[in-house]
């Protein structure tokens, strides 16, 4: 099984500062097959970013993904109010997500 | 537009199995895989396994395999998750969601909140 780690656990931000988020796999992801999700409270899971760096359809631009292999970041370049949020990693050559970050307000 | 609508909540005894359903409307339901997903209060997100619903194969997450089951119903667009010797670790919400084409999730259930309890 492929483990992910993601760090830090939480982020604590002003708005209009720049997040970047960290994924690690325990070992090389095939394909870049890396996806990003962002979850708010009480909400469903929202598709960001897939094989690693493409956004999916209608996420704003300020959301990039970068990486390969083991090492991946999610990157927020100016943080919006509607951002502060919890954001997962998931490898899907075999299917898991990571522990997840927290982004808050600081 | 896609919408996956899953079914409502259950509470469920230790011991027993909740079906849950996911019924899915515009797009063409036999070409892209579901998959289920749950994620316990206050924690994160666990995958359990994907079925095809023009093939009706499957896949589980290894710590599932013993007791879960996922069928399909290609009359009404609907998948189902089925989950046998409830426990009460097993009080969750959870997800059905499209497969976007590698593997990805795209579209997603409203959730069902699963709970377990004597």
């Known amino acids: 099984e492929i483990v992910l780690t993601q760090s830090p656990g939480t982020l604590s931000l002003s708005p209009g500062e720049r997040a970047t988020l960290s994924c690690r796999a325990s070992?090389?992801?095939?394909?870049?097959?890396l996806a990003w999700y962002q979850q708010k409270p009480g909400q469903v899971p929202r598709l960001l970013i897939y094989g690693a760096s493409s956004r999916a359809a209608g996420i704003p631009d300020r959301f990039s993904g970068s990486g390969s292999e083991t090492d991946f970041t999610l990157t927020i370049s100016r943080l919006q109010p509607e951002d502060f949020a919890l954001y997962y990693c998931q490898q899907y050559s075999s299917w898991t997500f990571g522990q997840g970050t927290k982004v808050e307000i600081k | 537009q896609v919408q996956l609508v899953q079914s409502g909540a259950e509470v469920k005894k230790p011991g027993a199995s909740v079906k849950v359903s996911c019924k899915a409307s515009?797009?063409?339901?036999?070409?892209?895989?579901i998959h289920w997903v749950r994620q316990a209060p206050g924690q994160g997100l666990e995958w359990i396994g994907w079925i095809h619903p023009n093939s009706g194969g499957t896949n589980y997450a290894q710590k599932f395999q013993a007791w879960v089951t996922m069928t399909r119903d290609t009359s009404i667009t609907t998948t189902y998750m089925e989950l046998n010797r409830l426990r009460s670790d097993d009080t969750a919400i959870y997800y059905c969601?499209?497969?976007?084409?590698?593997?990805?999730?795209?579209?997603w259930g409203q959730g069902t909140l699963v709970t377990v309890s004597s």
């Open positions: 969601a499209r497969d976007g084409a590698v593997g990805y999730h795209d579209y």
């Open positions: 070992r090389s992801i095939p394909s870049n097959y």
């Open positions: 515009g797009y063409t339901f036999t070409d892209y895989y």
